[in-house]
Each structure stands twice: as structure tokens, then as C-alpha cells.
């Protein structure tokens, strides 16, 4: 998904911009009398890494720690040029060897607690903040780092103090602002986080990060339009495969390529576009992974499908899926949402009918994908579905694949189907035609509730208290799956008891539904 999923940038504070601080033909001059110089290593990689030559600055960084292994300055400047390139796990190793040789460095532990929220170690990323405010009290960016991670786990009150200090500390820091303003929009206090955000943008037009966390809070409100505009701020964050001859939504004589980018949830939400767009390019080429060709294969408009990592035609203009809707200027009105646009395929629905019991059947999924940052946020456990498969007349069918509780399944009372699914390596062949035969899906914010959707099977959508973009704040209903979705929202961080047990209600009253109507959704 569009990362968020989930999903601001946390600002960073940064009070001396290190390009000011160093000579860099000092550092030569230093370098030449003796290449083993610690310090002037060190600074040597400042001002490259200050100029954007990361990994020269990595080379200069490592250098410095041959010599000297428990230098703890060369180590954060090291954790954060790894995480400045996305080389995580080496990021989180060089921060934690900071903050292990400079316990009282306020700066090692602030950044080891961004480090440490970026992968939703919520309460550990707090607990280095707290020790870095506690050698320093008056840093501004531990304030706004505790503050986050304290609203992730539901501490609003702490939170909102905390973040209103950085504020107070640092009144020219635009981060702080942008920070804020994130907790503001999700307690439903838009005036203020607007304010924030505009405040942030005036005070570091140039900050992309503070830009982006600003789409991303108009899209959440449902202003699509308006945060799409800022698309622009998206590119700067997460580099598009593609640079040259972008599209302005303008027709194209000649060759338009689209690409899917992010997950394949967003692959599936946003192909949706492709039929429109055909009518605005002589010829479309569209670029997927080969695992989704077989599912899509059946979406129209695109004159040839491209897998990724083959090569590129010759075209005039190209657009990744996600950006369509900022391309094209669109607004709720506009956006294609006839369902269905997926399709499965008749033979294996055929076969799949055939192993389905009767009754009403429910397909379920609770695990998002682990290798995405915020797919543990999203998930919950097997076990949390314990009070809808208690409810009589209803089977529950697992469509969750390599789930680290599957195993639970049986004890349930849950059909397994997952090791079945998609056994060939087309991904949601298997899954689709399953749930055409299914009555409803139930499933947490992953790629199987866009699939579900664009099939137009019915579909509730499980959603945790920090939710994505794209499912707004407090809707029941999306507009991108009209009709066929609802959204059962956690009251606060953590409280999948509560979502289940709302679904359970809703089951039971659907179930008595059908029973005195007879009607069935297969």
C-alpha cells in the first residue's frame, strides 16, 4: 500500500545543518597527513553524506570504526546514512551500537526511538525517548518523538503534551508542527491540524516529508482532490520507477505505460483505471508482476501487458497506477467505482463450489503481510475470530496463507484452505473463484479486501485505530468498493475484542437475515 499504510513521515530534528560545520580541504589536508584519522573520517563523511554522496560517507564512516570500534559518533551518523538508503537492519545495528557506547548521549537514544517506531516497537521506541529527555529535557525532538509513540498506543493525553512542549521548544522547527498535527487529525480536531500543517509547509516549504504527511491528512479527511494535488510529495518521498516522460493526463498520441508500484492491494485497487485511461492514448502498455498476470488478464484496456524486470518498449508518456487519480485531477465523482472489474476464472469456480459445504460460509483473513512495515499494525490473531465461529450456521474458511497461527485452525472449528490456494504461484486465482462461492469475506486491511472488493463479492473490512489513507476516519462504507464493503473500525489502538464482537452482531443479524429471506449472496 501506499506507505502509510500506514504511515506519516516522522519528522526528524536536526538543530545544526552539518554542510556549515566542516572544510572539506582541512578534512583533505587532515586526511593526507594520516588516513586513520578518527575524527577527520568522521567529519569527512558529514560533508559527503551533507551533499548526498551517502555511500562515499558510509565508506569514510566505516573507516573511522576500523580504527576505532567504539567510536559512538561515527555509529549514528553511520545508522542514519543506512536508513537514509532503506538498508534497515544495518540502520538499526549502527544505531544501537550508538546509543550502547554513548549512554549519555541524548541524541543516540533519540534517534535509536525513531528508529525503533518506524518498525511499530511502539512502547520501546517511547522508552528511548523517555532516556533521552532524561539527559536532556529541553530536546525538542525527543519531545515530538515520545509523542508519537505514545499516540500509537493510545496515550493521547501524554502524547499531545509532549508534542505541544516540541512546539514550545523549537517554534521554527516545521516538524514539529507536521507531527503534531498528525494526533490533532486523528482526534478529529481538523482546524488544528490543518493549521499545523499549513504552519509546517510555511516554515519548510521545501521539506517533502512535511508535504507528504499534509496529502496524506487530506486524503484521510476525504478530501481526495486536494491531497491528491500534492501527489508530487509522494514522488519526492518514495522515488517512482520511472522518471522521465511523465504524463499529464493530457491524451497521448502514442505509447502511455502504466505500472503498478507498492503492494499488491494497490495493484488491485487501482487497476480499476486502466479501461478509462485506454481512451485517452493511441496505445496502452501496462507492467505487473507475473504472479498477478493470469487474475488481470481480464481487465480491459491495456494492448499489452509488460511482466516487471522485462524490457521497456518505446513510449510517450508514463504514469504509475497509484498517481491515476492525481493525473487525471480526479475527485470522488469521478472515480471509476462500476464493480465488478476483477473477475474469476469459471472452471476453478466451478471446482471450488464443489468443496464448499452449505450453510453460510464466511471467508476470513487476519495477517497482512509481514514484510511490509505496518502489517503487523494491521493484523490480529486466528483467535480473535473464536465469536463468529461460535455462531450456528456459520463456517468459517481460512483463505490466510503461511499464517503463523494456522495451525489453530481445527481447535475452531475453521476450514483450512490456504495451503490449496493459489498452489500454481498465480497469486488470487484460487482466492477469487473461492469467493464468488463465498457469502461474505471478512478479512483485515490487506490485498484480500481490495480483491474481494473489485470482485464486488461482499466484503467487511477489519481496520485498525490508525488506519490508512484510503478508508478515511469513521465511515462505515467506502467509496472505492460501494455497496459491497463495510468498515468495522477499532475504537482505540489494540482493540480487535471490540471490532470482533461488532462483527459478530452484524454476522448474527445477517445470518438471521437470510434465514427468514432465503436470500443468499452466492
Same mark, same amino acid.
Given at each position: 500500500?501506499?506507505?502509510?499504510?500506514?504511515?506519516?513521515?516522522?519528522?526528524?530534528?536536526?538543530?545544526?545543518?552539518?554542510?556549515?560545520?566542516?572544510?572539506?580541504?582541512?578534512?583533505?589536508?587532515?586526511?593526507?597527513?594520516?588516513?586513520?584519522?578518527?575524527?577527520?573520517?568522521?567529519?569527512?563523511?558529514?560533508?559527503?553524506?551533507?551533499?548526498?554522496?551517502?555511500?562515499?560517507?558510509?565508506?569514510?564512516?566505516?573507516?573511522?570504526?576500523?580504527?576505532?570500534?567504539?567510536?559512538?559518533?561515527?555509529?549514528?551518523?553511520?545508522?542514519?546514512?543506512?536508513?537514509?538508503?532503506?538498508?534497515?537492519?544495518?540502520?538499526?545495528?549502527?544505531?544501537?551500537?550508538?546509543?550502547?557506547?554513548?549512554?549519555?548521549?541524548?541524541?543516540?537514544?533519540?534517534?535509536?526511538?525513531?528508529?525503533?517506531?518506524?518498525?511499530?516497537?511502539?512502547?520501546?521506541?517511547?522508552?528511548?525517548?523517555?532516556?533521552?529527555?532524561?539527559?536532556?529535557?529541553?530536546?525538542?525532538?525527543?519531545?515530538?518523538?515520545?509523542?508519537?509513540?505514545?499516540?500509537?498506543?493510545?496515550?493521547?493525553?501524554?502524547?499531545?503534551?509532549?508534542?505541544?512542549?516540541?512546539?514550545?521548544?523549537?517554534?521554527?522547527?516545521?516538524?514539529?508542527?507536521?507531527?503534531?498535527?498528525?494526533?490533532?487529525?486523528?482526534?478529529?480536531?481538523?482546524?488544528?491540524?490543518?493549521?499545523?500543517?499549513?504552519?509546517?509547509?510555511?516554515?519548510?516549504?521545501?521539506?517533502?516529508?512535511?508535504?507528504?504527511?499534509?496529502?496524506?491528512?487530506?486524503?484521510?479527511?476525504?478530501?481526495?482532490?486536494?491531497?491528491?494535488?500534492?501527489?508530487?510529495?509522494?514522488?519526492?518521498?518514495?522515488?517512482?520507477?520511472?522518471?522521465?516522460?511523465?504524463?499529464?493526463?493530457?491524451?497521448?498520441?502514442?505509447?502511455?505505460?502504466?505500472?503498478?508500484?507498492?503492494?499488491?492491494?494497490?495493484?488491485?485497487?487501482?487497476?480499476?483505471?486502466?479501461?478509462?485511461?485506454?481512451?485517452? *492514448? =493511441?496505445?496502452?502498455?501496462? !507492467?505487473?508482476? #507475473?504472479?498477478? &498476470?493470469?487474475? /488481470?488478464?481480464? +481487465?480491459?484496456?491495456? %494492448?499489452?501487458?509488460?511482466?516487471?524486470?522485462?524490457?521497456?518498449?518505446?513510449?510517450?508518456?508514463?504514469?504509475?497506477?497509484?498517481?491515476?487519480?492525481?493525473?487525471?485531477?480526479?475527485?470522488?465523482?469521478?472515480?471509476?467505482?462500476?464493480?465488478?472489474?476483477?473477475?474469476?476464472?469459471?472452471?476453478?469456480?466451478?471446482?471450488?463450489?464443489?468443496?464448499?459445504?452449505?450453510?453460510?460460509?464466511?471467508?476470513?483473513?487476519?495477517?497482512?503481510?509481514?514484510?511490509?512495515?505496518?502489517?503487523?499494525?494491521?493484523?490480529?490473531?486466528?483467535?480473535?475470530?473464536?465469536?463468529?465461529?461460535?455462531?450456528?450456521?456459520?463456517?468459517?474458511?481460512?483463505?490466510?496463507?503461511?499464517?503463523?497461527?494456522?495451525?489453530?485452525?481445527?481447535?475452531?472449528?475453521?476450514?483450512?484452505?490456504?495451503?490449496?490456494?493459489? *498452489? =500454481?504461484?498465480?497469486?488470487? !486465482?484460487?482466492? #477469487?473463484?473461492? &469467493?464468488?462461492? /463465498?457469502?461474505? +469475506?471478512?478479512?483485515? %486491511?490487506?490485498?484480500?479486501?481490495?480483491?474481494?472488493?473489485?470482485?464486488?463479492?461482499?466484503?467487511?473490512?477489519?481496520?485498525?485505530?490508525?488506519?490508512?489513507?484510503?478508508?478515511?476516519?469513521?465511515?462505515?462504507?467506502?467509496?472505492?468498493?460501494?455497496?459491497?464493503?463495510?468498515?468495522?473500525?477499532?475504537?482505540?489502538?489494540?482493540?480487535?475484542?471490540?471490532?470482533?464482537?461488532?462483527?459478530?452482531?452484524?454476522?448474527?443479524?445477517?445470518?438471521?437475515?437470510?434465514?427468514?429471506?432465503?436470500?443468499?449472496?452466492?
Amino acid at each position: 500500500m501506499l506507505p502509510s499504510r500506514a504511515a506519516e513521515i516522522d519528522l526528524v530534528w536536526s538543530p545544526v545543518p552539518p554542510a556549515e560545520i566542516v572544510n572539506e580541504s582541512v578534512l583533505r589536508e587532515g586526511l593526507a597527513a594520516d588516513a586513520h584519522d578518527v575524527e577527520a573520517n568522521y567529519w569527512m563523511a558529514r560533508w559527503l553524506l551533507a551533499g548526498g554522496h551517502v555511500r562515499a560517507g558510509i565508506g569514510f564512516l566505516q573507516r573511522s570504526l576500523r580504527v576505532a570500534p567504539q567510536h559512538a559518533p561515527s555509529y549514528l551518523r553511520l545508522g542514519l546514512a543506512y536508513r537514509s538508503i532503506g538498508e534497515r537492519d544495518a540502520a538499526t545495528y549502527a544505531l544501537e551500537s550508538a546509543a550502547r557506547w554513548a549512554p549519555e548521549s541524548p541524541s543516540a537514544h533519540y534517534h535509536l526511538g525513531l528508529d525503533r517506531h518506524s518498525v511499530q516497537r511502539w512502547s520501546e521506541a517511547a522508552t528511548c525517548q523517555q532516556r533521552a529527555l532524561a539527559l536532556d529535557p529541553r530536546h525538542p525532538g525527543a519531545h515530538s518523538g515520545l509523542g508519537l509513540s505514545l499516540a500509537r498506543i493510545g496515550e493521547f493525553e501524554r502524547a499531545m503534551e509532549h508534542l505541544d512542549r516540541a512546539v514550545e521548544l523549537a517554534p521554527e522547527w516545521g516538524g514539529a508542527y507536521s507531527n503534531r498535527a498528525i494526533l490533532q487529525g486523528r482526534l478529529d480536531r481538523w482546524a488544528q491540524a490543518e493549521a499545523g500543517h499549513l504552519r509546517a509547509i510555511e516554515l519548510q516549504p521545501t521539506a517533502a516529508a512535511i508535504r507528504f504527511n499534509y496529502m496524506l491528512a487530506l486524503l484521510q479527511q476525504g478530501e481526495l482532490a486536494r491531497g491528491m494535488a500534492l501527489y508530487e510529495s509522494h514522488h519526492a518521498v518514495y522515488p517512482p520507477m520511472l522518471t522521465e516522460r511523465r504524463w499529464d493526463g493530457q491524451p497521448v498520441r502514442g505509447t502511455l505505460l502504466l505500472y503498478a508500484m507498492h503492494g499488491l492491494g494497490d495493484m488491485l485497487q487501482f487497476i480499476r483505471y486502466v479501461p478509462m485511461v485506454a481512451g485517452l *492514448a =493511441d496505445r496502452v502498455v501496462l !507492467v505487473l508482476p #507475473a504472479r498477478l &498476470m493470469p487474475l /488481470l488478464a481480464s +481487465v480491459p484496456g491495456a %494492448d499489452e501487458r509488460i511482466v516487471f524486470g522485462d524490457p521497456l518498449p518505446v513510449f510517450d508518456a508514463q504514469a504509475s497506477l497509484l498517481e491515476l487519480p492525481a493525473v487525471l485531477g480526479h475527485d470522488w465523482p469521478d472515480v471509476p467505482a462500476m464493480l465488478p472489474y476483477l473477475h474469476a476464472n469459471p472452471a476453478r469456480v466451478s471446482r471450488w463450489r464443489r468443496r464448499l459445504g452449505p450453510g453460510f460460509n464466511v471467508g476470513i483473513a487476519w495477517q497482512g503481510n509481514r514484510m511490509q512495515l505496518d502489517g503487523y499494525h494491521r493484523s490480529c490473531r486466528l483467535s480473535d475470530f473464536a465469536p463468529l465461529a461460535r455462531i450456528p450456521g456459520v463456517t468459517l474458511y481460512s483463505l490466510q496463507k503461511d499464517a503463523d497461527d494456522a495451525s489453530e485452525a481445527a481447535d475452531l472449528g475453521i476450514v483450512d484452505l490456504g495451503a490449496d490456494l493459489d *498452489a =500454481d504461484g498465480a497469486a488470487f !486465482v484460487d482466492t #477469487a473463484a473461492v &469467493m464468488q462461492c /463465498l457469502d461474505l +469475506v471478512v478479512t483485515i %486491511d490487506t490485498s484480500l479486501c481490495h480483491l474481494a472488493g473489485g470482485l464486488g463479492r461482499p466484503v467487511w473490512t477489519l481496520l485498525p485505530y490508525w488506519s490508512d489513507w484510503r478508508w478515511m476516519l469513521d465511515r462505515s462504507d467506502s467509496p472505492w468498493y460501494p455497496a459491497v464493503m463495510r468498515l468495522f473500525r477499532q475504537p482505540r489502538p489494540g482493540a480487535w475484542a471490540d471490532v470482533m464482537q461488532a462483527v459478530a452482531d452484524a454476522l448474527q443479524e445477517l445470518v438471521c437475515l437470510q434465514a427468514r429471506t432465503g436470500r443468499t449472496a452466492r
